[in-house]
């Protein structure tokens, strides 16, 4: 009678488990990122399928600028995104629902210039450099770092400002300025072209003359890292713990096959966003490569760079430090599972063919 019993209830305890998946799981789940290093993993967990059994369809989209990046974020228009974390704290602060789930780029910032003889702030005095979004992560951080080496942004510079990093490359190749502060991959798409046909025959040879990390590192006596973008989880789904760790693993099981196959992660990274090259996708890479830390075990180093910035500005993160809630609480394992699927999108753009 008990073994008959079992037989009966068992599949309908299994339909009813299957039942409560089907109905946890989402009909579409967005993840959008700008077109630059931090996005790498999301555009590899769309296509690699990490997230079907979350979603129904999982897509990624890109932003152009810090506009339409507090637009998507206000607006509910993205589940995922992938932000500077001063960005972050201010939505936060100003009523966004929204969490960070981690820290992934440190260290993607430098100043590419003609001048090969300069490697600090300094070396730049009273020279034209191109500036990509006023106001945001890579102004705010050039000036920081300028006040504390005892340099005035605004009189010691001519700050040329423009709307990203891509626009500032290309006043960079055609020889408009001889200095601009580019992101990965900005900064390698740079080196790229200027030794390439046809653009080599107009720009000269150009350097990675300032390592931005380097002089923050050199400015405030602290390592040669800035906690400067991640992801947060917004609306509801920042509430769905088991989602939310879901994607923070995902996350880091992309990051570690995209800094483990560079050359494939540039192939599939240019097929999504079409103004980035394959190579200087991998150059990035190689010269920056992330490292995804949850947002508790950064926010010694989100609060010493937050506290600056309350400093200089309190409006750049929202009047205020951020409160325990803005830390999205889950341990995502040091090393990261193998994502089956990783080798599957790994084949298809590239690295078995």
């Not at 305890?13 to 290093?37: D, E, F, T, Y």
């Not at 950064?298 to 937050?306: G, Q, Y």
Request: proline letters at 7%.
């Amino acid at each position: 009678m008990r073994i008959a019993l079992t037989r009966y209830l068992l599949p309908l305890l299994l339909a009813l488990l299957a039942s409560q998946a089907a109905a946890q799981k989402l009909p579409r789940l967005v993840l959008a990122g700008p077109p630059a290093a931090v996005s790498n993993p999301l555009i590899h967990m769309a296509a690699s399928g990490a997230l079907s059994e979350l979603a129904d369809e999982v897509e990624f989209v890109a932003w152009r600028d810090p506009d339409q990046l507090r637009a998507m974020a206000l607006g509910g228009k993205a589940d995922v995104l992938a932000m500077p974390t001063n960005v972050a704290a201010n939505l936060y602060n100003r009523g966004a629902k929204l969490r960070l789930l981690n820290v992934s780029t440190w260290g993607v910032l430098w100043i590419v210039s003609r001048d090969e003889a300069a490697s600090s702030l300094a070396d730049l005095r009273g020279k034209e450099i191109a500036m990509p979004y006023r106001g945001d992560m890579p102004d705010v951080l050039f000036g920081l770092i300028a006040r504390q080496r005892g340099l005035d942004p605004r009189k010691d510079f001519e700050l040329r400002y423009v709307a990203s990093p891509i626009d500032a490359m290309q006043l960079l190749l055609m020889r408009r300025v001889d200095q601009a502060l580019l992101a990965e991959p900005a900064a390698s798409m740079a080196l790229r072209k200027s030794g390439s046909f046809p653009v080599g025959l107009i720009a000269p040879d150009l350097h990675r003359s300032v390592d931005i990390q380097q002089e923050w590192g050199k400015a405030f006596g602290r390592p040669a890292r800035i906690p400067q973008a991640g992801i947060v989880v917004t609306g509801e789904l920042r509430e769905r713990s088991g989602l939310v760790e879901r994607i923070a693993g995902a996350y880091a099981e992309s990051l570690d096959w995209c800094n483990a196959h560079a050359v494939e992660c540039g192939r599939l990274v240019a097929k999504h966003i079409d103004m980035l090259s394959p190579e200087a996708v991998a150059d990035s890479i190689a010269a920056a490569p992330l490292q995804a830390v949850p947002a508790p075990k950064a926010r010694a180093e989100l609060e010493f760079l937050f506290g600056r910035l309350l400093d200089s500005n309190p409006a750049l993160i929202g009047g205020r430090m951020p409160p325990d809630d803005f830390y999205a609480g889950v341990a995502v394992p040091a090393a990261a599972a193998a994502n089956p699927a990783a080798a599957a999108v790994g084949q298809e753009a590239g690295t078995g063919r």
